[in-house]
């Protein structure tokens, strides 16, 4: 595999990293690579300095295996100017200066620089905060420097450094083992191969690959053991960073970025569509071909929701300051959205439903008879394994059991989701005892011997019946219960899963871990709200149906994991819908629920927090983990919960709700408000003989207008809003175009026929008074659109209420104000302003009553 190999540097960073490499016992040429053995136990390396770790960062960059580049502040602030609209309107205004146009030529540019300021002061703040709640979750490595072991960020590691991992954690970088203990690793993202894989300290090798017993890679995870070992490759030279490379490309879209590309591409037909219509009509009429370039240009730009990336980064980037609050940090701004979209959510039973604390209960004999030896057995089990400890592990480790102290490990076979149990060699008094802990139903049938007080028996068929019925009683009960047995083993080079046999029964295990008090109230309450709890759980169905039925779950039929291998995909989907529990599951099945249930169209959110959960928080729309997760399942996950609590989570959903909601509310406004003024200026510029509105006076208008819906993130959302999942429907937001924008060039024509026919202004008196009415309805009608229901009963938040009134007032000032020349306006008529209150109270009774009718399906 030679694409696959780490090979030693050369470059500019070459002559440092031979230093450090050399320092750390890793001479960087091949002969002495090849030359050197591993000792048995070397000496732990040095490591680096921060000194060297700065240098040689600086030399290869952030150890990150993505292609991902940030972008300067100056990039990100022309970047606003890429849009073909604004270029093109900036060069035409340079264009009117040059030809004696410079007032309007200088109202247009500097229209446009200040919404590029807006837009680009309100995303950066909001990037930033999210940025600082990133790093509260960026994985960490236990890593050498300055003779101290410290934790750092991953992406500080550096070729040379020593780093330590343990069960559960993802390895951080490509590296060479100088200590390991019974180290098995889970490489199936580089090899494909789904078994662990046994690392140890090999000689030196000049090419490492995956198959190398003697190295491990980023991008997998240590499953048991303990290991130290020296980078020797980061970011995107490690094998992982190759694969990554090859396989670059944009991430899967999700729901809420298929949304913003459908509402995209809406809106480009319908710009290029007026932009045509009126320039034609324009040059046809045999206007200036400058004027009628800018006036069909500030149509274009006013129809454009040009506010809409900041608006949704900021009302994102809020709701995202807001979860942190409730202890839900969102590593991707999306996953907001996604979050409030979930209708169904998967998730084990332990420590969703019950507290996670378990505490041991008992220790019995095969018969179900107090014993210690099943304590003891059990206590050494958990004392000497290296993979992930769990809660039941905890519950043993804190009874004390000095016995323990006389075994001597020697070897271990990890637990995985096949077998369902972990093994350890011990020896005691030159003798080899394998002890093995898992699953009753796993152990039990491994086992030739029971071991009762008056010594070891042979395990006849009545004996394992009686033996099985013991742990069945206890489970229905809802006790979680781990079989202990034993054997002795003879010496060997090392130990396998085929030694798991002829074991000789100690007894079993039991724990307590009761439901949690309020996770009745919270089921009931994320039912109300339209989402659906799946509980998908390794433990066996008793224990499941036991807890489940104490917090109100349906266990009339529970499916267990062995139904699901026998069903196809489509009827797991159908099944998945009619079944709210499933029991004896493996991470692979899982992972097929969650599939099948997207495939008939839910929204998926898993919670996980277990090693092999990282595939199923993968393949979910929202994978979700804890702080006190496994690395993997931290990296893996979409939200990070600091709290482990279905509370929680709840509160997550319903700001997901709100945040989309108020996107929604932009969205629905600007293409109303905008379509039906651009449309009501299209007319009338082929109907009059003058254009309705001067270019900068459109462009004014418009940026008056977004500047009032710069607070719409801070607004609140109707109750009945967040009691249903929400998804993108670009069907709405056109109806709603299409619906509401006539209505508003009805006032519009309205306002035409009362300056030309009743007040018989003049085009300067046309073009303000049009401008006041304009800039009045679009931007009180906003305190219609953000409720579905009566505007009087929905509160808006108070800094959207003054920015709605403060743009309304600077409207009716500006005609009157010492800019009103400058900017073409003139006064207008006393009567005109009762026109004014009257024809926009008309305006908004009327939008209210259409919007009941376009969102009545929407909103059931």
Known sequence: MPSLALRHGTGPGAALASV????????????????????????????????????????????????????????????????????????????????????????????????????????????????????????????????????????????????????????????????????NVQQAALTGESLPVEKSVTTAEEHYTPESAGAIFLGT?????????????????????????????????????????????LIMRVVVLLVLVVFLASAVLHRGWLDSLLFALALAVGLTPEFLPMITTVTLGQAAIHLSRRRVVVKHLSAIQNLGSIDVLCSDKTGTLTSAEMRLDESLDPFGRPAEAPFLYGYVNSRHETGIESPLDQAILRRPAPEAGAFQKLAEIPFDFERRRISIVVARERKRLLITKGAPESVLRLCSHLLVEGGELALDEPARARCAEIYRQRSAQGLRILAVAYRNVPEQPSYSPDDETGLTLAGFLTFL??????????????????????????????????????????????????????????????LAEQNDVFARVTPAQKTRILLALRRRGHVVGFLGDGINDAP?????????????????????????????????????????????????????????????????????????????????????????YDLAQ???????????????????????????????????????????????????SSEAQFHTGWFVESLATQTLVLFVIRTAGNPLRSRPSLPLVATVLAIVAVGLLLPVSPVATTLGFTRLAPAYYGFLVAVTAAYLLSVDIAKRFLLRGYLR
Not at 124 to 153: C, F, G, H, K, N
Not at 518 to 537: C, I, K, P, S
Not at 677 to 690: D, E, R, V
Request: hydrophobic share 45%; net charge neutral; aromatic share 6%.
């Open 513 to 574: 871990d009761p439901p949690l008090e309020d996770v009745a109230e919270t089921l009931a309450n994320l039912r109300r709200d339209g989402v659906r709890l799946m509980v998908l759980t390794g433990d066996n169905e008793r224990v499941t149906r036991h807890v489940c039925s104490q917090v109100g779950l349906d266990t009339e039929q529970i499916l267990l994991g062995a139904e699901i291998d026998r069903v196809t995909d489509p009827a797991l989907g159908a």
């Open 616 to 704: 199923s928080l993968q393949a979910a729309d929202v994978g979700i983990s804890v702080s006190e997760a496994t690395e993997a399942a931290k990296e893996a996950a979409d939200v990070i919960l600091l709290e482990r609590s279905l509370a929680v989570l709840h509160d997550g959903i319903q700001e997901g709700r709100r945040a989309f909601g108020n996107v929604l509310k932009y969205l629905l406004m600007g293409t109303s408000s905008n379509f039906g003024n651009m449309l009501s200026m299209a007319a009338a510029s082929i109907l009059l003989p003058f254009l309705p509105m001067l270019p900068g006076q459109i462009l004014l208008n418009n940026f008056l």
């Open 20 to 183: 450090v490499l050399a320092k750390q016992g890793m001479d960087s040429t091949p002969a002495a690579s090849a030359s050197r053995t591993m000792a048995a136990k070397p000496a732990e390396p040095p490591g680096l300095t921060t000194r060297e770790a700065q240098q040689l960062l600086e030399r290869y960059g952030p150890n990150d295996p993505t292609l991902r580049k940030t972008r300067s502040l100056l990039s990100e602030a022309l970047a606003l100017f890429s849009n073909p609209l604004v270029l093109i309107l900036l060069v035409a205004s340079g264009v009117a200066a040059a030809v004696g146009e410079v007032v309007n030529a200088t109202i247009i540019a500097t229209i446009v620089v200040l919404s590029a300021a807006i837009n680009f002061l309100q995303t950066y703040r909001s990037r930033r905060a999210i940025d600082r709640l990133r790093e509260q979750v960026a994985l960490t490595a236990t890593v050498l420097r300055d003779a101290q072991w410290v934790e750092l960020p991953r992406r500080e590691i550096v070729p040379g450094d020593v780093f330590r991992v343990r069960g559960g954690d993802l390895v951080p970088a490509d590296a060479r083992l100088v200590e390991a203990h019974f180290l």
């Open 710 to 760: 710069i607070t719409i993130p801070s607004d609140n959302v109707d109750p009945s809003f967040v009691r249903k999942p929400r998804r993108w429907d670009v069907a709405l937001v056109r109806n709603f175009m299409v619906g509401i924008g006539p209505v508003s060039s009805v006032f519009d024509f309205l306002t035409f026929g009362a300056l030309l026919y009743w007040l018989g």
């Open 221 to 265: 995870s240590v499953v048991s053991g303990t290991a130290t070992a020296v980078v020797t490759a980061t970011g995107r030279t490690t094998v992982f960073g190759g694969i990554a490379a090859r396989l670059a490309g944009r991430p899967t879209e999700t729901a809420f970025e298929r949304g913003l590309r459908g509402f995209g591409l």
